[in-house]
């Protein structure tokens, strides 16, 4: 059973920086496209950044320059760093695993950016 357990969300202020953790269990990340997601109150969940099995990694444009999504395989881990976190950033960030038409999620974690 595939388990994803993010951590790190929390408060900061504007212009601050927050790194999220999503450790994996029952798999192993190097076989996934893992991905951070992210849902604001009354939008739809959107993708945030995305890394693929081989290393590639894409973002949405409101994030790029100021994101940085990593793997370690070791740890079976994935992160995502923000920096220059603005307060549209905020959301409930949810990391995906994907690998072979299927999707997996974890809970969720709450990022909170105040003015």
């Known amino acids: 059973q595939v388990q994803l357990v993010e951590s790190g969300g929390g408060l900061v202020q504007a212009g601050g920086s927050l790194r999220l953790s999503c450790a994996a269990s029952?798999?192993?990340?190097?076989?996934?496209?893992m991905g951070w997601y992210r849902q604001a109150p009354e939008k739809q969940r959107e993708l945030v950044a995305a890394?693929?099995?081989?290393?590639?990694?894409k973002y949405a444009d409101s994030v790029k320059g100021r994101f940085t999504i990593s793997r370690d395989n070791a740890k079976n881990t994935v992160y995502l760093q923000m920096n220059s976190l603005k307060p549209e950033d905020t959301a409930v960030y949810y990391c995906?695993?994907?690998?072979?038409?299927?999707?997996?999620w974890g809970q969720g974690t709450q990022v909170t950016v105040s003015f």
């Open positions: 029952g798999t192993i990340i190097s076989i996934h496209t």
């Open positions: 995906n695993a994907y690998y072979t038409f299927t999707n997996y």
């Open positions: 890394i693929t099995s081989g290393g590639s990694t």
